[in-house]
């Protein structure tokens, strides 16, 4: 065990290629059997790609929706703040930060899943030179069998791409690793929108802030009307008014100007 | 020679490299034995940083299997344990 770790990882990549290549008695056998093979693994190296890439864009997408939820409370706690309720902004600043932590933290794994994509990308185009110098190679050593030496090149050639097939068959795992990990983090992200701690995007359910706010602006709304009805009536039937409540209404103008800026604030 | 790090390709180095690798790998090896996080970090940087400064890579219609093998850079403590201890992952 006094191997370092470079030759301990090399005599393992290798035992794995010799396995296989003791299978068969005529060398010749492993060489077209090997090359179906690395056909059959190149198919399932683009696809592991094209997968990584399926997930890195849902995660996108999941990034995107986070953001939008951040701008979002950020908007709510301004609105908040010039109702005059600021236990409601400071409640939407809270949720708001909350998210942003995790649109950061989400974001340097993103990154990270980006470079293992663009590696792979790299990896496998590489190994499909490596299965086309293969096959040409396979011919080679098929033509001039007769000589001994063939044996010692099939091994060589054999072992040459079981080892590029173990690397890129690694990488796929460890960014198929990536994105399930990715995915995880997103989907709990959901059942957090689900359960209303975070607002749904879509705005089929309304969060509490929102229902709040939309509350203060319709009572604005309707202050407004009473106020719009009172001075219909102060015009024609003002004798009524008077006799009706005996009290004035006038003190009420400073807080129809601010049912205003609900309503408008409502809007928005 | 020709050296493999996983992820990357192969690169051929001189013979004489060896010395020096051999040195670095040695403190790789002590690192992940004793399961310490930053020694098996620097490690791994400096062995991986001298195989890239001192090889070239190997033309990829070559098809030559490698001396050595490297995990991957940025593999973690537990990962190139698992490489080590079974051939487990290392795909067929």
New interface residues.
Partial sequence: MAD???????L??????NK?LDKYEDPRETLDYSYQKQMELLQKVRRGVADVATSRKRVELQMKKLQQESDKLEGQARKALELGREDLAREALTRRANIVTQITDLNSQYESLQGQEE?LVR?SK?LE??V???RT?KETIKATYTAAQAQAQIG??F?????E???V???I??AQDKTAQLQARASAVDELMASGALDDPTGLSKDDITRQLESLSSGGAVDDQLAQMKQELSGGEKKALESGSGTSYAGKTDEISDADVLKDGGAA | MI??I??E?QLVLDKEALVE??KL??E??AA?EAGQQEPFESAMEA?LGKVRELGTPLP?????????????AHSSLDE?RD??SS?G????
């Fill in positions: 370092g770790v470079m030759k301990r990882m090399s393992i990549f290798k035992s794995k290629a296989a590696n990896q590489q030179s490596k086309e110098a293969f190679q060589e050639a072992s040459g791409i079981s080892e097939m173990g690397d068959g690694m990488a795992q460890r | 050296v493999r996983l992820g390709g690798l051999n790998d040695n790789l090896m992940v062995l990829v219609e070559e098809l030559k299997p490698s001396d050595f093998i490297l995990p991957a190139v490489l080590l051939d992952l290392i795909p067929g």
